[in-house]
């Protein structure tokens, strides 16, 4: 026993000897390697002791220390990096946080200052005023006061003229000083056959009373054109000027002021100056309203091909008013204007308001309906207007005439002889210049059977010419003024004033547009409709005040425009643009009432031929636009097309060219641009084959058609 434990011992001892040696040894076990330390373990005959020597001599402490350091340092890098993502990111997100909100507090803090300046400023402008009035200072205190007290410099629109104590006043507008040529397309009969004045259709047309009746229903005097087309090359000059003053309530968020515009032609030296509105507003950034003398939002939102066209290169312009589109029987049977009928009115470009005031020297342009407009303010792009007139001015529809007495060669003009009261009767026959004697001898002489030489617009051949002109310049048709006094009869036919037009009421008018920016693409798109409604304002029966008056159609009208605006780069960009409208039966007349004095009533007319004729105009109206337009620089130039049809489908088209060039400076609020517009138009007139206006020898008379060049200088300030 105790042998074993001795023989164990001297084991132990042996072993831990031999391992001490070996560690000691540890530079000789590096240079040998560990394939001779595992040899002299596997000469080691006990199997416990090879495995244990095997663990302790194959082991490299230093580099497995090494190894689980370097592991460990990788492992704590990735954590602290990972760590360090998420810390900055954090950080990030803090550190937009809290711009966001110092930006959103700076904002609120500059608003808050600024109406705490201007409060402050307008209670120092009377603290400092009062007390430089009684320091004797008064006219330094106030020019510090008065600069202080501005708001804002003039916008674009218009040249800044004064400012006075927060008032702005603006003055503005447009001159167009322009030349016009003429010629016709191919046949010069096409272009010059409506060229005919009243007095002058002798041996041109063949003017029987009942043709003339049946084409012209509302005004049967004659055949004739208003104006004078015969002359082809010509000038002149027309400017819009526009007064503007506002004022602001910083407090309540308001602009507040009023607007007036005036349209002055200037032809041969002559001036004359004629009202294109005027109105009071509020803005604010809920909408602006606008009461008074205007057009509304039908005129104001519409969109067509016009919008992007070159100075008076479409149909939007007075180019008509250059040519002759009266019809063969002065009936003005187009459409010319792509405009809904209110505004066409308003422009005198509508057949009947072209007539009233080139014949009866009315003041359509002066009369705008009074309206109240609301605008609404954009929200996304979108945005809506919307106006209220009560009626128009009835006086512009009443024609003081004798009805459908015609004078006739055989006899000179008759003066109606009434029992009415002196003050009826402008002029009396007394107040008549005595008409020569070469003047009456012509007259007497002509014959009556010739139906087609009454003095229904033609010329005495045998009548001396300044004779003639004098006849003319007569008041020989010195008209009745009704003053509360019934018509008169002559001859069995009612004489006296007459109501010729479309008196509508309770009109209410709308717009609404959206306007989209694809910036991808660089397309600006566009849309807009617009429409009116009114009734038809019927005259009061029981009171006999006309000798006729014209019953209407009620007023009804729509336009849908788009336009798209493709910027190619910082110099070029093109636009294009198309619209649609129908107006209905608006200013159509559908029945002509007659007063009757033996019943006393009115009564529709029994005249069948008007009746007839009634029936073509009662037709639907429709116009439609296309154009596009390219910009270089200061370089634009566009192509439009106009085409309208109206009462029986009375057709005309316009296809214009047009080139302008910006002289100006970029950012001038002011604008120079010569330009050049051509017009090729073409009509297509209508007539029932019983009613139709034919040249002397039953000629028919050919569409109007031809070129008309319109260039000028229009400058904009």
């Excluded at 803005?283 to 008074?292: A, F, L, W």
């Excluded at 005129?299 to 091909?305: G, N, S």
């Excluded at 085409?643 to 302008?660: E, M, P, R, T």
């Amino acid at each position: 026993m105790r042998k074993s434990v001795y023989t164990k011992t001297a084991l132990a001892s042996l072993l831990t000897l031999y391992s001490f040696s070996g560690f000691t040894a540890g530079e000789e076990v590096k240079k040998q390697g560990h394939k001779n330390t595992s040899q002299e373990v596997m000469k080691t005959s006990n199997k416990k002791l090879k495995e244990k020597m095997d663990r302790i001599c194959n082991a490299d402490p230093e580099k497995k220390a090494k190894e689980a350091k370097k592991k460990a340092e990788e492992e704590a890098m990735r954590k602290a990096e990972g760590d360090k993502k998420k810390a900055d990111e954090a950080k990030k997100k803090a550190d937009d946080a809290k711009k966001k909100a110092e930006e959103e507090a700076m904002k609120k803090a500059e608003q808050a200052k600024k109406k705490e300046n201007l409060k402050s400023a307008s209670t120092k402008q009377k603290v400092v005023a009062r007390t430089v009035e009684a320091d004797g200072m008064k006219s330094v205190a106030n020019r510090n006061i008065e600069n202080k007290a501005k708001i804002a410099d003039c916008d674009d629109s218009y040249s800044c003229c004064t400012q006075k104590r927060g008032v702005k006043i603006t003055f503005g507008g447009t001159v167009d000083a322009q030349g016009y040529g003429k010629v016709s397309a191919g046949d010069s009969d096409k272009f010059k056959h409506y060229n005919v004045m009243v007095g002058r259709a002798v041996d041109y047309y063949s003017a029987a009373p009942e043709k003339i009746k049946g084409n012209n229903p509302l005004f049967t005097e004659g055949i004739g054109n208003i104006g004078d087309y015969s002359e082809h090359i010509g000038a002149d000059v027309d400017a819009i000027l526009h007064l503007r003053a506002e004022n602001k309530n910083e407090d309540l968020g308001l602009i507040y002021g009023a607007d007036l515009q005036f349209n002055i032609p200037v032809t041969k030296g002559k001036v004359s100056s004629r009202n294109r509105g005027a109105h009071v507003f509020v803005n604010s950034e809920y909408g602006d309203v606008r009461v008074g003398y205007q057009f509304g939002p039908e005129a104001l939102m519409r969109l067509d091909a016009t919008k992007i066209a070159t100075v008076d290169g479409a149909a939007d312009s007075n180019w008509f008013r250059r040519v002759n589109l009266e019809g063969s029987a002065a009936s003005f049977p187009f459409y010319v204007t792509p405009r809904l009928y209110t505004e066409s009115f308003s422009n005198e470009s509508e057949k009947l308001a072209f007539r009233m005031s080139g014949k009866y020297n009315k003041g359509i342009i002066n009369a705008l309906p009074f309206r109240i407009a609301y605008y609404s303010a954009s929200y996304m792009g979108a945005r809506f207007g919307f106006s209220y007139s009560p009626r128009y001015d009835s006086e512009l529809f009443i024609v003081s005439e004798l009805g459908d007495i015609q004078p006739t060669r055989s006899s000179p003009p008759k003066i109606l002889q009434s029992d009415a009261p002196p003050a009826t009767m402008r002029k009396a026959r007394g107040d008549q210049p005595d008409l020569n004697s070469k003047t009456r001898q012509a007259l007497d002489e002509q014959p009556t059977s010739d139906t087609s030489q009454q003095f229904n617009g033609s010329q005495p051949s045998k009548m001396d010419k300044s004779a003639l002109e004098a006849y003319q310049k007569s008041p020989q048709e010195e008209l009745i003024q009704n003053d509360g006094v019934p018509p008169q009869t002559e001859g069995g036919t009612t004489v006296g004033p007459k109501y010729v037009g479309p008196n509508y009421e309770h009109i209410l008018s709308a717009g609404v547009s959206y306007e989209y920016d694809f910036n991808e693409y660089k397309v600006k798109v566009k849309a807009a409709a617009v429409g009116e409604y009114g009734l038809s304002k019927s005259r009061n029966k029981d009171k006999h005040m006309y000798s006729k008056y014209v019953k209407y159609n009620d007023l009804m009208g729509m336009n849908l425009g788009i336009s798209a605006d493709y910027k190619i780069n910082e110099s070029q960009s093109a636009k294009f643009a198309a619209s649609f409208a129908h107006l209905g039966k608006s200013g159509q007349p559908k029945g002509i009432k007659e007063f009757v004095p033996a019943t006393p009533e009115y009564k529709d007319i029994g005249d069948e031929d008007r009746i007839v004729r009634l029936k073509q105009l009662d037709q639907n109206t429709m116009y439609w636009t296309a154009g596009a337009g390219y910009q270089y620089e200061n370089i634009y130039t566009s192509l439009t097309y106009f085409g309208s049809y109206v009462n029986d489908k009375d057709v005309l088209h316009d296809v214009a060219l047009g080139i302008q060039y910006d002289l100006s400076s970029a950012g001038s609020k002011s604008k120079f641009v010569p330009y050049a517009a051509l017009h090729y138009f073409r009509t297509d007139e209508k007539q029932d084959a019983k009613y139709k206006i034919t040249l002397q020898g039953n000629k028919e008379v050919s569409p109007n058609a031809g070129f008309l060049l319109l260039t000028g200088v229009k400058f904009s300030f």
